[in-house]
Protein backbone atom coordinates (compact mmCIF):
# COMPACT_ATOMS: atom_id res chain seq x y z
CA UNK A 1 0.00 0.00 0.00
CA UNK A 2 2.43 2.44 0.83
CA UNK A 3 4.47 1.61 -2.22
CA UNK A 4 1.46 2.35 -4.37
CA UNK A 5 1.23 5.53 -2.78
CA UNK A 6 4.64 6.72 -3.54
CA UNK A 7 3.91 5.78 -7.03
CA UNK A 8 1.29 7.62 -7.45
CA UNK A 9 3.32 10.49 -5.59
CA UNK A 10 6.03 10.48 -8.30
CA UNK A 11 3.26 10.43 -10.97
CA UNK A 12 2.20 13.40 -10.36
CA UNK A 13 5.10 15.20 -9.28
CA UNK A 14 6.62 13.80 -12.79
CA UNK A 15 3.21 15.71 -14.11
CA UNK A 16 3.16 18.50 -12.56
CA UNK A 17 6.69 19.34 -13.01
CA UNK A 18 6.27 18.34 -17.38
CA UNK A 19 3.81 21.07 -16.96
CA UNK A 20 5.53 23.30 -15.50
CA UNK A 21 8.20 23.06 -17.98
CA UNK A 22 6.10 23.50 -21.12
CA UNK A 23 4.60 26.53 -19.68
CA UNK A 24 8.35 27.97 -18.72
CA UNK A 25 9.36 26.89 -22.64
CA UNK A 26 5.97 28.59 -23.84
CA UNK A 27 6.69 32.06 -21.95
CA UNK A 28 10.20 31.95 -22.66
CA UNK A 29 8.93 31.63 -26.72
CA UNK A 30 6.66 34.58 -26.86
CA UNK A 31 9.16 36.20 -24.73
CA UNK A 32 11.58 35.86 -27.60
CA UNK A 33 8.86 37.07 -30.39
CA UNK A 34 9.08 40.79 -29.75
CA UNK A 35 7.21 43.23 -31.41
CA UNK A 36 9.99 44.35 -33.48
CA UNK A 37 11.49 41.04 -34.97
CA UNK A 38 9.39 41.51 -38.30
CA UNK A 39 11.49 44.85 -38.65
CA UNK A 40 14.70 45.35 -41.13
CA UNK A 41 17.31 47.27 -41.56
CA UNK A 42 19.64 47.37 -44.87
CA UNK A 43 20.86 49.93 -47.25
CA UNK A 44 24.40 50.80 -49.10
CA UNK A 45 27.23 53.41 -49.33
CA UNK A 46 28.72 54.51 -52.63
CA UNK A 47 31.05 56.56 -53.98
CA UNK A 48 33.44 56.94 -57.29
CA UNK A 49 35.94 58.28 -59.19
CA UNK A 50 35.99 59.39 -62.92
CA UNK A 51 38.08 60.13 -65.29
CA UNK A 52 37.71 61.30 -69.39
CA UNK A 53 40.07 60.10 -71.67
CA UNK A 54 40.97 62.75 -74.36
CA UNK A 55 38.72 64.96 -72.99
CA UNK A 56 38.28 67.92 -70.16
CA UNK A 57 37.72 66.60 -66.68
CA UNK A 58 35.85 69.72 -65.72
CA UNK A 59 32.09 68.23 -65.01
CA UNK A 60 31.49 69.58 -68.64
CA UNK A 61 31.59 66.56 -70.46
CA UNK A 62 30.02 63.35 -69.72
CA UNK A 63 27.36 60.84 -71.19
CA UNK A 64 24.28 61.81 -71.26
CA UNK A 65 22.83 59.56 -68.64
CA UNK A 66 22.40 59.93 -64.83
CA UNK A 67 24.76 59.30 -62.20
CA UNK A 68 28.31 59.17 -61.90
CA UNK A 69 28.92 61.88 -63.98
CA UNK A 70 31.14 64.26 -61.86
CA UNK A 71 34.80 64.32 -62.86
CA UNK A 72 37.39 63.32 -60.06
CA UNK A 73 36.13 62.00 -56.75
CA UNK A 74 32.62 62.20 -55.95
CA UNK A 75 29.75 61.08 -53.82
CA UNK A 76 27.03 58.46 -54.35
CA UNK A 77 24.27 57.69 -51.53
CA UNK A 78 23.72 56.79 -48.65
CA UNK A 79 20.68 54.70 -48.46
CA UNK A 80 18.75 53.34 -46.10
CA UNK A 81 15.71 50.96 -46.48
CA UNK A 82 13.58 50.15 -43.06
CA UNK A 83 10.85 47.53 -43.54
CA UNK A 84 8.33 45.83 -41.46
CA UNK A 85 6.79 42.42 -43.06
CA UNK A 86 3.69 41.53 -41.02
CA UNK A 87 1.58 38.03 -41.84
CA UNK A 88 -0.79 40.26 -43.89
CA UNK A 89 0.25 43.80 -44.38
CA UNK A 90 3.51 45.83 -44.28
CA UNK A 91 5.79 49.08 -44.97
CA UNK A 92 9.13 49.99 -46.72
CA UNK A 93 10.97 53.27 -45.94
CA UNK A 94 13.59 53.58 -48.61
CA UNK A 95 15.30 56.75 -47.54
CA UNK A 96 18.63 58.34 -49.40
CA UNK A 97 21.19 61.55 -49.45
CA UNK A 98 23.63 62.52 -51.38
CA UNK A 99 23.81 63.52 -55.02
CA UNK A 100 22.40 60.20 -56.41
CA UNK A 101 19.75 60.48 -54.67
CA UNK A 102 19.15 64.11 -55.22
CA UNK A 103 19.13 62.82 -59.12
CA UNK A 104 16.81 60.46 -58.56
CA UNK A 105 14.18 62.54 -57.08
CA UNK A 106 14.51 65.45 -59.49
CA UNK A 107 10.86 66.50 -59.60
CA UNK A 108 11.10 67.22 -55.97
CA UNK A 109 11.08 71.00 -55.01
CA UNK A 110 12.33 70.37 -51.51
CA UNK A 111 16.33 69.81 -51.85
CA UNK A 112 16.07 68.07 -48.44
CA UNK A 113 13.89 65.53 -50.54
CA UNK A 114 14.92 62.09 -48.91
CA UNK A 115 12.43 59.83 -49.98
CA UNK A 116 13.60 57.18 -52.93
CA UNK A 117 10.46 55.17 -51.92
CA UNK A 118 7.98 55.28 -49.36
CA UNK A 119 4.73 52.50 -49.53
CA UNK A 120 2.55 50.10 -47.60
CA UNK A 121 1.33 46.89 -48.55
CA UNK A 122 -1.46 44.63 -47.88
CA UNK A 123 -1.57 40.59 -48.65
CA UNK A 124 -4.99 40.32 -49.50
CA UNK A 125 -4.37 36.94 -50.00
CA UNK A 126 -1.40 34.18 -51.49
CA UNK A 127 -2.58 35.50 -54.99
CA UNK A 128 -2.77 38.86 -54.46
CA UNK A 129 -1.31 42.35 -53.09
CA UNK A 130 -1.51 46.07 -52.85
CA UNK A 131 0.40 48.87 -52.40
CA UNK A 132 -0.05 51.83 -51.99
CA UNK A 133 2.69 54.96 -52.12
CA UNK A 134 5.81 56.01 -53.58
CA UNK A 135 7.68 53.02 -55.27
CA UNK A 136 10.61 52.61 -57.86
CA UNK A 137 9.56 52.02 -61.49
CA UNK A 138 8.83 48.57 -62.66
CA UNK A 139 10.10 49.32 -66.36
CA UNK A 140 13.52 48.55 -67.67
CA UNK A 141 16.87 46.58 -66.56
CA UNK A 142 18.22 48.99 -64.10
CA UNK A 143 17.27 50.27 -60.82
CA UNK A 144 18.59 53.45 -58.73
CA UNK A 145 20.50 51.95 -56.42
CA UNK A 146 23.78 50.61 -56.98
CA UNK A 147 23.36 47.56 -55.53
CA UNK A 148 20.67 46.16 -57.75
CA UNK A 149 23.19 46.74 -61.06
CA UNK A 150 26.00 45.13 -62.73
CA UNK A 151 27.41 48.20 -63.89
CA UNK A 152 28.25 51.42 -61.99
CA UNK A 153 27.27 53.95 -64.86
CA UNK A 154 23.57 53.63 -65.96
CA UNK A 155 21.85 53.23 -69.09
CA UNK A 156 20.65 55.86 -71.71
CA UNK A 157 17.26 53.68 -71.58
CA UNK A 158 17.38 53.99 -67.57
CA UNK A 159 18.08 57.62 -67.73
CA UNK A 160 15.37 58.52 -69.57
CA UNK A 161 12.56 55.85 -68.81
CA UNK A 162 10.71 56.68 -65.42
CA UNK A 163 12.59 56.44 -61.97
CA UNK A 164 9.89 55.98 -59.51
CA UNK A 165 5.72 56.23 -59.40
CA UNK A 166 3.29 57.37 -56.72
CA UNK A 167 -0.31 55.73 -56.87
CA UNK A 168 -1.85 52.25 -56.17
CA UNK A 169 -0.62 48.89 -57.83
CA UNK A 170 -2.31 45.31 -57.72
CA UNK A 171 0.08 42.31 -58.41
CA UNK A 172 -1.13 39.13 -59.04
CA UNK A 173 0.52 35.75 -58.71
CA UNK A 174 -1.30 33.86 -61.47
CA UNK A 175 0.48 30.45 -61.15
CA UNK A 176 4.13 29.29 -59.86
CA UNK A 177 5.56 30.80 -62.93
CA UNK A 178 3.10 33.60 -64.37
CA UNK A 179 2.40 37.05 -62.93
CA UNK A 180 0.54 40.43 -63.86
CA UNK A 181 0.37 44.02 -62.53
CA UNK A 182 -1.95 46.84 -63.01
CA UNK A 183 -1.10 49.91 -61.52
CA UNK A 184 -2.94 53.42 -61.82
CA UNK A 185 -0.47 56.31 -60.89
CA UNK A 186 0.53 60.25 -60.96
CA UNK A 187 2.59 61.41 -64.34
CA UNK A 188 5.98 59.60 -64.02
CA UNK A 189 8.31 60.92 -61.56
CA UNK A 190 5.62 63.07 -59.74
CA UNK A 191 6.12 61.42 -56.54
CA UNK A 192 4.66 63.77 -53.53
CA UNK A 193 1.71 65.19 -55.32
CA UNK A 194 -0.08 65.62 -58.74
CA UNK A 195 0.16 69.02 -60.34
CA UNK A 196 -1.92 67.91 -63.58
CA UNK A 197 -4.85 66.11 -62.37
CA UNK A 198 -4.30 63.71 -64.85
CA UNK A 199 -2.88 59.82 -64.21
CA UNK A 200 -0.91 57.13 -65.87
CA UNK A 201 -2.05 53.37 -66.50
CA UNK A 202 0.62 50.95 -65.66
CA UNK A 203 0.79 46.90 -66.45
CA UNK A 204 2.88 44.30 -66.64
CA UNK A 205 3.18 40.18 -67.30
CA UNK A 206 5.89 38.38 -66.13
CA UNK A 207 7.23 35.13 -66.32
CA UNK A 208 9.52 33.22 -63.86
CA UNK A 209 11.61 30.18 -63.67
CA UNK A 210 14.69 28.56 -62.09
CA UNK A 211 17.24 30.03 -64.93
CA UNK A 212 16.52 33.28 -65.44
CA UNK A 213 13.13 35.75 -65.85
CA UNK A 214 10.82 37.98 -68.41
CA UNK A 215 9.16 41.12 -68.17
CA UNK A 216 6.55 42.69 -70.54
CA UNK A 217 5.94 46.51 -69.25
CA UNK A 218 3.80 49.11 -70.06
CA UNK A 219 2.40 52.70 -69.38
CA UNK A 220 0.32 54.99 -70.98
CA UNK A 221 -0.80 58.54 -69.75
CA UNK A 222 -1.04 62.10 -69.89
CA UNK A 223 2.46 63.14 -68.23
CA UNK A 224 1.92 67.14 -67.81
CA UNK A 225 -0.89 69.80 -68.38
CA UNK A 226 -3.47 68.46 -70.60
CA UNK A 227 -3.92 70.44 -73.77
CA UNK A 228 -0.08 71.62 -73.67
CA UNK A 229 1.57 67.51 -73.52
CA UNK A 230 0.14 64.51 -75.25
CA UNK A 231 -0.18 61.13 -73.92
CA UNK A 232 2.96 59.40 -73.69
CA UNK A 233 2.81 55.23 -74.46
CA UNK A 234 6.09 53.11 -73.55
CA UNK A 235 6.66 49.33 -73.89
CA UNK A 236 9.74 47.71 -72.46
CA UNK A 237 10.91 43.82 -72.06
CA UNK A 238 13.14 42.72 -69.77
CA UNK A 239 14.98 39.66 -69.72
CA UNK A 240 17.75 37.56 -68.41
CA UNK A 241 19.03 34.23 -67.99
CA UNK A 242 21.63 32.33 -66.34
CA UNK A 243 22.93 30.51 -70.24
CA UNK A 244 25.60 28.65 -68.23
CA UNK A 245 26.68 27.77 -64.77
CA UNK A 246 29.15 31.02 -64.93
CA UNK A 247 27.44 32.90 -67.97
CA UNK A 248 24.55 35.29 -67.48
CA UNK A 249 22.34 37.26 -70.23
CA UNK A 250 20.14 39.97 -69.56
CA UNK A 251 18.14 41.82 -72.69
CA UNK A 252 16.27 45.12 -72.45
CA UNK A 253 14.51 46.56 -75.05
CA UNK A 254 12.39 49.74 -74.75
CA UNK A 255 10.07 52.48 -76.89
CA UNK A 256 8.37 55.30 -75.63
CA UNK A 257 6.27 58.09 -77.87
CA UNK A 258 4.72 60.90 -76.96
CA UNK A 259 1.83 62.41 -78.75
CA UNK A 260 2.25 65.92 -80.10
CA UNK A 261 -0.64 68.58 -79.60
CA UNK A 262 -0.48 70.39 -82.80
CA UNK A 263 -0.07 69.34 -85.87
CA UNK A 264 3.46 67.54 -85.27
CA UNK A 265 4.31 64.30 -85.98
CA UNK A 266 4.85 62.40 -82.45
CA UNK A 267 8.53 61.86 -80.79
CA UNK A 268 9.96 59.79 -78.70
CA UNK A 269 12.78 56.87 -78.56
CA UNK A 270 13.25 53.21 -78.36
CA UNK A 271 16.72 51.61 -77.40
CA UNK A 272 18.38 48.01 -76.69
CA UNK A 273 20.75 46.27 -75.17
CA UNK A 274 22.78 43.60 -74.06
CA UNK A 275 24.04 42.10 -70.65
CA UNK A 276 26.15 39.31 -71.08
CA UNK A 277 28.39 38.84 -67.72
CA UNK A 278 30.66 35.84 -67.05
CA UNK A 279 31.51 34.71 -63.44
CA UNK A 280 35.28 33.70 -63.47
CA UNK A 281 35.72 33.05 -59.84
CA UNK A 282 33.73 33.97 -56.30
CA UNK A 283 34.76 37.53 -56.08
CA UNK A 284 35.21 38.19 -59.54
CA UNK A 285 32.71 38.58 -62.20
CA UNK A 286 33.29 40.67 -65.78
CA UNK A 287 29.90 42.08 -67.72
CA UNK A 288 29.35 44.16 -70.97
CA UNK A 289 26.59 46.52 -71.69
CA UNK A 290 26.41 46.85 -75.16
CA UNK A 291 23.47 49.71 -75.86
CA UNK A 292 21.89 51.17 -78.57
CA UNK A 293 19.95 54.20 -77.83
CA UNK A 294 17.98 56.64 -80.55
CA UNK A 295 15.78 59.46 -80.27
CA UNK A 296 13.24 60.92 -82.79
CA UNK A 297 11.96 64.27 -83.46
CA UNK A 298 13.90 66.46 -80.96
CA UNK A 299 12.22 64.22 -78.26
CA UNK A 300 14.93 64.75 -75.51
CA UNK A 301 18.80 66.05 -76.66
CA UNK A 302 20.26 63.46 -74.78
CA UNK A 303 22.61 63.24 -77.68
CA UNK A 304 23.49 65.31 -81.03
CA UNK A 305 20.46 65.68 -82.98
CA UNK A 306 20.51 66.13 -87.59
CA UNK A 307 18.35 68.46 -88.97
CA UNK A 308 15.37 66.40 -88.88
CA UNK A 309 15.29 65.82 -85.00
CA UNK A 310 17.14 62.30 -84.94
CA UNK A 311 20.25 61.20 -83.06
CA UNK A 312 21.46 57.96 -82.09
CA UNK A 313 24.63 56.77 -79.84
CA UNK A 314 26.11 53.17 -79.16
CA UNK A 315 27.50 53.12 -75.46
CA UNK A 316 29.27 50.02 -75.08
CA UNK A 317 30.21 49.60 -71.10
CA UNK A 318 33.22 46.81 -69.92
CA UNK A 319 32.45 46.63 -66.32
CA UNK A 320 34.58 44.02 -63.37
CA UNK A 321 32.97 43.40 -60.26
CA UNK A 322 35.11 42.30 -57.46
CA UNK A 323 33.97 41.33 -53.93
CA UNK A 324 35.68 41.64 -50.84
CA UNK A 325 33.00 40.74 -47.94
CA UNK A 326 30.26 43.57 -48.16
CA UNK A 327 32.10 45.95 -49.85
CA UNK A 328 32.22 45.50 -54.08
CA UNK A 329 34.72 47.95 -56.49
CA UNK A 330 33.98 47.78 -59.93
CA UNK A 331 36.21 49.65 -62.55
CA UNK A 332 34.81 50.25 -65.64
CA UNK A 333 35.64 51.45 -69.18
CA UNK A 334 33.03 52.69 -71.02
CA UNK A 335 32.60 54.48 -74.71
CA UNK A 336 29.67 56.61 -76.00
CA UNK A 337 29.73 57.05 -79.67
CA UNK A 338 27.01 59.02 -81.34
CA UNK A 339 25.98 59.64 -84.76
CA UNK A 340 26.32 63.21 -84.61
CA UNK A 341 29.09 65.87 -82.64
CA UNK A 342 27.85 65.49 -78.95
CA UNK A 343 31.25 65.89 -77.13
CA UNK A 344 33.95 67.85 -77.09
CA UNK A 345 38.03 66.53 -77.01
CA UNK A 346 40.93 68.35 -75.59
CA UNK A 347 40.94 71.14 -77.96
CA UNK A 348 37.56 72.04 -76.83
CA UNK A 349 36.46 70.91 -80.74
CA UNK A 350 33.44 69.15 -81.32
CA UNK A 351 33.44 65.34 -81.94
CA UNK A 352 31.03 62.29 -81.37
CA UNK A 353 32.66 60.27 -78.96
CA UNK A 354 33.78 60.06 -75.91
CA UNK A 355 35.89 57.56 -73.36
CA UNK A 356 35.67 57.53 -70.01
CA UNK A 357 36.84 55.30 -66.73
CA UNK A 358 35.17 55.12 -63.77
CA UNK A 359 35.87 53.49 -60.41
CA UNK A 360 32.81 52.93 -58.15
CA UNK A 361 33.08 51.30 -54.41
CA UNK A 362 29.95 49.91 -53.25
CA UNK A 363 28.99 49.14 -49.66
CA UNK A 364 26.01 47.31 -49.24
CA UNK A 365 24.55 46.07 -45.04
Known sequence: MKTKTV???????CLLALTFVSFTLV?????????FDNFSISGSVDGYYRYNIGAPNDNSVAPGTSFANESGFALGMANVIIGYEGDKVGFVADLVVGQRGEDAVFNSDDSAQIVNQLYAYWNVSEK??????????????????????????????????????????????????????????????????????????GAQVGYAADNGSAYLNFRYGNEGEPGLVGPTFQVD???????????????????????DQGDE????????ALYPQYKTSEKFTIGLRGEYFAEYNNALGAVGLDDEGDGSVIA??????????????????????????????????????????????????
Open 27 to 35: AQEEEEKNW
Open 128 to 201: VKLTFGNFNTFLGYEVISPVGNFNYSTSYMFSYGPFSHTGLKADFALNDKWSAMLAVMNPTDYTENNPFDTYII
Open 237 to 259: LTTGWDVAEDFYLGINGTYLSTE
Open 265 to 272: DASGFYGV
Open 316 to 365: ATLTGSYNIGNLTLKPEIRVDSASEDTFVDNDLEPTKSLSSFVMGAIYKF
Open 7 to 13: TNFLKKA
